[in-house]
């Protein structure tokens, strides 16, 4: 499991995005001198695409296979989406690099090119993500949403099998990294959409006694500013979410990088897009726990603001929904 040794068995699920992302991390082992293969895995959310989600949400359809996987010593790491990964991992797998962060934004693919200014009054939208329709909604009530599911290549066919639909909301990171951008009408702005947190960066993580596995990752891989950029965004979602996914964008950035000032920018909003709270704190932050402190703070502050009733009722409406 080092230089020289037996290979690192990079554990992936087998979509197109996630085996790009899963070459892309045993690349820069291989730059370092790390011999790897790739393990492919499939998941829940792999053998039964169409299924309905439940309380279990993202994790239970996309991660738990890879974790136990770790767990049971089949493969050394696994490469994830980080927005994919719970606030709060399941116990024996740590987080051992977070990096590789592309454009955090959502994109806007539409029929035609049409950008958000452009789109009719009542287009359809698909999105089965809770917080893209939350927020579009925010700002457009007249628009009307339609549940889709699927990898990237999957969603854009639907796009075009069906010429009733206006656009789909799909991740700027995955169109770019499965050379899709072209597809891109428009990036929308944080004004418009916050992402959500962690969007765009990529985590690897390992058993948590796997010393060598970890550090390899953390070698290759492992960007500090990203780092703290997500542990903020995670340390708010972690504050707010109380085990259930809801209605809640985030994005951090390094606004200073001599004082490490990070600023970090937050948004919750009903899932009809009726109300919602905004808040933006900026504080210092030279390691992960200020960086999470920053954005439980955050969080107090969104709540204290009426995002407590927002998340309750979001969360009596029913389980989450996944947004690759």
Known sequence: MSQGGSPLRVGTRGSALAVWQAERIRARLAERGYATERVEIRTTGDLAPDAPLGRGGPRALFTKQLDDA??????DLAV??????PTRLPDGIAIAAVGLREDPRDALVSRRGLRWGDLPPGSLIATSSVRRRAQLLRVRRDLRMVDIRGNVDTRLAKLEANPEWAAVVLAVAGLVRLGRADRIAERLSFDLMLPAPGQGALAVTVRDDDRQA???????VHDPDTELATAAERGLLRALEGGCQVPIGAYA????????????????VSPGG????DGERVAPADAPAAAEALGAALARELLSLGGSEILRSARDLGPPVAEP
């Open 70 to 75: 770790i767990l049971e010593g089949r493969i």
């Open 80 to 85: 994830h989406s980080l927005k994919d990964l």
């Open 214 to 220: 970890a550090e390899a990752a953390r070698l290759a």
């Open 253 to 268: 950035e390094i606004v200073d990088p001599a004082d490490r000032m990070l600023r970090l920018r937050a948004r919750v």
């Open 274 to 277: 009726e109300a919602s709270v």
